[in-house]
C-alpha cells in the first residue's frame, strides 16, 4: 500500500531543501487534494494560510474521525504515525507555524500513549527549533470534526460550529491562521514531497457491513465496485451501500466506476470512501432510522433547523416504522430534510437529511412496506 510508504524524515530534508514556495509548487504539480470529503486543493490550502499576515500560525492535524463507517486515519496512525508526524512538520514549515495539534478522537485514546513517544523521537531528529505538537484529546463529539467545532473545542470551548467566513485557514486557534487537514491528507504530503512516483489517484477506502473482509483497502479512483466487492466478499445478496451517516444510501451497482461523479448521480456524496455494505435482509427504513437516532443525538444544538429538525425527522420515522404512518409523511419527511439541508449553519445539520432523501429517492418501496401494516 502506498499509503504505508515511509519517509524517514528524508521528505522534510527535501522540503527545506525547496523552501516553502518549492513545496507548494511541488503540492500543487502533484495534485494532492484534501482527503476529508471536499478534495479542496492543499497546496492552495497552505498558501492561504501562510500568506495571511499574522504574527502566529497553528497547524492541526484532524485525527476525529467520527464518521460512522471510517477508521482510515486509525489505521495510519497504528501503521505509519511517523510519516504523518513528517508530513505535520513539512506543513509547519511551509506556512511558517511553530505551534501543532493532533486532535485525537477520544475513542482513539488507547493509541495516544505510542503516538506520544513517535513524535518525540520524530521531533528529536528533525531538528526543528521550537516546533511543538501536543495531542488534544477529542471532546467524544460528531460535531467537533467540523473545523470551527474542532477549533472552539481545542481552545476549551464548548466543540460547536461557528459562522463561516472567517475560515479557520485565515482566522482559526486564538484568531490566528490555522492550517487543519486530516491524517491521511498530511501522511500524503510527505510521501508526495519525496516520492516521485506518488500516485494521487489513490485513495484509502474504509469497507465494513454485511461482507467477510471489512477493513482498509486502497483502490485508484475509477475503480469498478465489482473489484471491490471481489475483495469485500458480502455475505449475502446486496441490496444497497451507505457513505457513512453523512453521505446517502444508494443501490449497489456491481458495473459502476467509484468516482465522485458516479457517486454524485445517485444523489450521494461520497465523503473520505467509507462504504457500508447493506443484504437484502434489512429494510432500508431501519437504517435509515438508525442513523437519525445519531444526528439527533449528535447535533449541537446551536442552530434551530438543525436542533429541532433532527427531532421532528427522528419522530416522523417513528410513527412510520410503528405502522401509524402515511403516504402524507412522507412527502413532509422530505420536505424536512430539504428544509434543514438549506438553513443549517454547519456541515451535520446540511447532511442530516441525507439519507432520508437517498432512501426515499433509490428504496420507496421499503416505505411502503410499513406504510401497508396501518
Known amino acids: 500500500m502506498q499509503i504505508l510508504c515511509q519517509t524517514n524524515l528524508d521528505a522534510l530534508e527535501k522540503a527545506r531543501m525547496l523552501g516553502s514556495n518549492g513545496v507548494l509548487s511541488l503540492l500543487e504539480k502533484k495534485g494532492l ?3 476529508g470529503g471536499a478534495a479542496f486543493s492543499t497546496a492552495k490550502k497552505w498558501q492561504t494560510c501562510r500568506d495571511t499576515p499574522a504574527d502566529e500560525r497553528f497547524v492541526v492535524c484532524n485525527a476525529d474521525e467520527g ?19 513528517e508530513g505535520i512538520l513539512i506543513a ?16 482513539y485514546d488507547y493509541l495516544r500513549p505510542r503516538l506520544q513517544e513517535q513524535i518525540e523521537d520524530v521531533i528529536s531528529r528533525a531538528k526543528m527549533k521550537g516546533v511543538t ?30 459562522y463561516k467566513p472567517p475560515n479557520p485557514t485565515r482566522q482559526g486557534l486564538w484568531g490566528k491562521p490555522t492550517l487543519i487537514n486530516n491524517v491521511e491528507t498530511l501522511t500524503c504530503a510527505a510521501q508526495a514531497v519525496l516520492f516521485d512516483d506518488w500516485d494521487a489517484n489513490l485513495r484509502l477506502f474504509s469497507l465494513s457491513g454485511n461482507i467477510k473482509n471489512p477493513g482498509v483497502y486502497e483502490f485508484p479512483l475509477g475503480v469498478k465496485m465489482s473489484t471491490v466487492l471481489d475483495v469485500a466478499r458480502p455475505e449475502k445478496k446486496l441490496k444497497a451501500m451507505s457513505f457513512g451517516c453523512f453521505g446517502g444510501i444508494m443501490p449497489v451497482d456491481k458495473s459502476m466506476s467509484i468516482t465522485p ?32 437516532k445519531f444526528y439527533t443525538y449528535e447535533s449541537c444544538g446551536k442552530c434551530t433547523p438543525c436542533r429541532e429538525g433532527t427531532v421532528r425527522m427522528l419522530n416522523l420515522l417513528k410513527k412510520i416504522r410503528s405502522g401509524e404512518g402515511e403516504k402524507k409523511d412522507l412527502q413532509l ?31 420507496s418501496k421499503d416505505y411502503e412496506t410499513y406504510l401497508a401494516k396501518k
Open 33 to 35: 487534494e484534501g482527503r
Open 67 to 85: 464518521e460512522p463507517g471510517s477508521f482510515k486515519d486509525k489505521f495510519i496512525i497504528r501503521c505509519n504515525a511517523e510519516t504523518l508526524i
Open 133 to 162: 505538537i501536543e495531542i488534544v484529546r477529542g471532546a467524544g463529539a460528531y460535531i467537533c470534526g467540523e473545523s470551527t467545532a474542532l477549533v472552539q473545542s481545542i481552545m476549551g470551548f464548548r466543540g460547536a460550529a461557528m
Open 333 to 363: 419527511l422530505r420536505e424536512l430534510a430539504m428544509h434543514i439541508q438549506e438553513t443549517s449553519l454547519c456541515g451535520l445539520g446540511e447532511s442530516c437529511g441525507n439519507h432520508i432523501l437517498t432512501s426515499l429517492e433509490h428504496f
Open 92 to 107: 509547519a514549515y511551509t506556512i511558517g507555524a511553530k505551534r501543532c495539534f493532533i486532535y485525537l478522537r477520544g475513542e
Open 261 to 292: 461523479e458516479a457517486i454524485c448521480k445517485g444523489d450521494c456524496q461520497q465523503g473520505n470512501y467509507s462504504i457500508i455494505f447493506i443484504d437484502e435482509t434489512h429494510n432500508i427504513v431501519d437504517i435509515v432510522y438508525s442513523i437519525a
